[in-house]
């Protein structure tokens, strides 16, 4: 027996030479001393030594069993030590090297312009305001003074979820649930999408995006309306711009008028982009009508004032010359990347 245990230990100190990695010291382990391993094999032939040689078996089982321990601990320090150097090898940096440029994202071309338009509007005082896309026919056409019978609260126009809630058209019904909610001197715009059942085409979509401005207080006239417009336009397009004021109409305005602005492309000459007219359609505006004002609780008597209505869309596809406006919604990058 005391040869065999001699040989063992000799074969395990010569096994554990070869060993590159954790998983085959564990084997080897198992198979020298685990609870069916080479050693407790052996142990187990001690019941038919003498009386006598007992003691001095165990004595030298004990001895080969901490030394190899001892051994296979040393192993596994060694390999872990190797795996430690070359993790760090591998993780290792140099920093003299260039670093990798790393490609970011921008502002869609909508974002963008509507940050330099809020920024243009808080410059002259105004507060940004935001109003629910689902509103009521209350809020986006009768408190707006529009008529039972007129063609915007048609079906084929608007898109109704129920007879009294719809997807907004405008962005005005956010100045009607301010002024329903806050006193005189009122300033503010809100930005947002609206809804519209119109067909899709290179200057329509069912979905795009307004800015709705409102200023009210005492003697407000038609001049502080034209004064913000022409200074809205000229920091938009440059301060070469024209503008243009025309008469119109709309419900909740009077007088009403469409603003123009001179086409940034040929100059006001004439061309592709404003079909030879020279202007730009870019907004509609007006003074609040004394209905709206006293629907809200405000009395027209005292108070006035003056509303608008951007298309954020075609304030961006002017503003950089862009052709259709699908392709503000396709998401293609190749179109995107230009703006960022």
């Known amino acids: ?40 094999e052996i142990l187990r032939g001690m019941g038919a030594l003498p009386a006598e040689e007992r003691p001095k078996i165990g ?24 795996l430690k150097k070359e993790r760090l090898a591998f993780e290792t940096v140099d920093i003299t090297m260039p670093g990798k440029k790393r490609r970011t994202g921008g502002l869609h071309p909508l974002s963008s312009v509507l940050e330099v338009l809020i920024d243009i509007f808080v410059s002259m005082g105004f507060d940004v305001v935001d109003g629910p896309e689902v509103e009521t026919d209350y809020y986006n056409f009768e408190a707006l003074n529009v ?32 002024m329903e909610n806050r006193k005189p001197p009122i300033r503010i715009i809100s930005p947002g999408r609206v809804y519209r059942a119109d067909e899709v085409d290179a200057t329509h979509s069912p979905v795009f995006h307004q800015v709705e401005g409102l200023v009210v207080d005492r003697g407000i006239t038609m001049c502080d309306l034209k004064g913000v417009l022409e200074q809205f336009a000229r920091e938009i397009y440059g301060p070469e711009t024209k503008v243009r004021f ?57 108070y006035s004032g003056f509303a608008f209505g951007i298309g954020l869309d075609r304030l961006t596809t002017t503003r950089h010359k862009i052709s259709d406006i699908r392709l503000l919604f396709e998401n293609d990058l190749r179109f995107l990347e230009q703006f960022s």
């Open 1 to 40: 027996m005391k040869e065999k245990l001699e040989q063992l230990r000799a074969q395990a100190l010569d096994s554990l030479k070869g060993i590159k990695d954790k998983k085959g010291l564990d084997e080897l382990r198992i198979k020298i001393m685990g609870k069916k391993g080479q050693l407790t």
């Open 59 to 82: 004595q030298l089982v004990n001895r080969i069993r901490q030394e190899l321990e001892e051994r296979f601990g040393e192993v596994e320090a060694e390999i872990e030590e190797r």
């Open 147 to 178: 008529p039972k019978d007129h063609p915007a609260r048609d079906t084929q126009d608007t898109f109704y979820l129920t007879d009294k809630f719809l997807l907004r058209t405008q962005t005005s019904s956010a100045q009607i649930r301010v």
């Open 246 to 302: 025309r008469p119109s109409f709309f419900p909740f305005t009077e007088p009403s008028v469409e603003v123009d602005v001179s086409c940034g492309e040929c100059g006001g000459q004439g061309c592709r982009v404003c079909k030879d007219a020279g202007w730009i359609e870019i907004l509609g505006a007006g003074m609040v009508h004394p209905n709206v004002l006293a629907g809200c609780g405000i009395d027209p008597e005292i």
